[in-house]
């Protein structure tokens, strides 16, 4: 440990409860986010997860949904629930800085992100902002001009990224959800290295309308909670399924979801090669428990894994070619030279990498005739250590920052939903498998998440310096 | 160097990456020289191992259909 702690704070429920008490006039929305607010006075300077706090607003927003209770009025869902999101979502009078020091110039956004408009339009305050990767480039949120953002079960170990302040947050009881965005396993990768629930829908079920981009055909928006009903609440109340707020929410139906008998493959082959013992021992109990059918294989994963690695590298060095023309000392020198590295790649690999997308996803298609879900791990190994530049996969020494998502990166190139949910083992580091559906089947995966967590298999536990004070 | 295409790209040995960085750098008017050369030519390196990849695997896929279309 590196001599820091996690504050003892109070009991910290979950975010429908908070709404159920705030709206019952158990507590007031001002109480909740002052206490919210606390915690991250207290937390953040061992967890590093915020990059701004937004005390002020948080505290008007909190008034606003007490005096409309007060007077009558309609209040949304998640009234009065605390959040925070990553700092790549507009909000409002505040730089969008995506984890860079080059945008701390840019002009405020003017208005909110989709995603944080709907979320205070459904009643719920936004605290403040999260670290990340810069420009959502890497797995490790150990950013240079922002420092390294913790996992709370061990903070001398990365939380993963580049969603690591959102993971973080959650996962240390400081807001009981948070948004964070996943190009290619940046919210899976940290959901699971801190051990919360994560989401990443299909491709384009959750507004990118004011989220910074990275690489648009492989961006998508995505959620962290450390309960799946908290999940699957905050996904109803954004969801675009034709209808806002959900007209077929899932949160509600867990239970019966839960009981639903799904055909379930275990992936081997790519999404196990290189993991660690402990990884492989951990998901042992699954394939028994689900009567799952094992050795099952997407083909064609490496090559997607890479093809997506090469899209990422051209489309991000496009994007942000004229920085990098003009001030490349300004970057985080790990994304600059990847970002530089990209710009020197011809067109013709981004498209060979589409080409190959078409390909990879007819592959995944015929995996799902056979299978409603598949089951993989998230990530080879548990965190990493803060400024441990590579891990052992096969007895190769890798590179963390471009390694960490081998499992998660096929997956987003096709769009694939996956929950992320952490395996459950109390007093360990955390270990997270994804749970992926075909296309627009969001509802199942919650369906296998819940089926998992009545088996006892999958649990979000409290880091255990601040355990039975943080959690609840 | 202009209009390079995936073929000749991937068909560099990995020993004239340098080589292949400082011209490409040059066309599209980016600085990579200095303390910046190594670790961009160690990610172009890993690049061109993905980018192989790819296109191994779309070979492999053509043949694969010309083999069927033979049967």
Partial sequence: ???????????????????????????????????ALQRIACNNPSLNAFTAVFADQALADADAVDAALAAGRPVGPLAGVPFAVKNLFDVAGVVTLAGSKIRQD?????????????????????LGALNMDEFAYGFVTENAHYGATRTPHDLDRIAGGSSGGSAA????????????????????????????????????????????????????????????????????????????PSQDPIAGRLDKLASRRLRVGMLQGWFTQGAAAEVLEALKPLADALDADLDVELPGAEAARSAAFCLSAYEGGRLHLDDLRRRA????????????????????????????????????NALFTRYDLLVAPTTPCVAPRIGEPTMMVDGEAVSVRKNLGAYTQPLSFIGLPVLAAPLNRPGLLPIGIQIIGDQGCEALTFALAAKLEHLGLVRAHPPQQSQDETFR | MSHVQAESFLQIDEADLSAYADARAAEMDLMIAGAFQPSVLENLTALHIHARRVSAALQDLDGSRVEAGAR
């Fill in chain 1, 1 to 35: 440990m590196n001599g820091q702690n996690l504050h003892r704070v109070p009991t910290y429920p979950s975010a429908l409860s908070i709404a159920q008490d705030v709206k019952a006039g158990r507590a007031t929305a001002r109480s909740v986010a002052a206490g």
């Fill in chain 1, 106 to 126: 840019a002009a405020p956004a003017s208005r909110d992100a989709e995603l944080v408009a709907r979320l205070k339009a459904a009643g719920a305050i936004l």
């Fill in chain 1, 169 to 244: 947050a959650v996962a240390a009881g400081v807001v009981p959800f948070s948004l964070g965005s996943d190009t290619n396993g940046s919210v899976r990768v940290p959901a699971a290295l801190c051990g919360v629930y994560g989401l990443k829908p299909s491709w384009g079920r959750l507004s990118l309308g004011g989220v910074f981009p990275f690489v648009g055909s492989l961006d998508h928006a995505g959620l962290f909670a450390r309960h799946l009903e908290d999940l699957a609440s905050v996904y109803d109340a954004v969801s675009n399924d034709g209808a806002f």
């Fill in chain 1, 329 to 364: 000392e300004a970057f985080d020198p790990a994304v600059r030279d990847r970002l530089l590295a990209g710009a020197l790649l011809p067109d013709e690999i981004a498209a060979q990498a589409n080409a190959y997308r078409r390909i990879f996803r007819n592959s995944a």
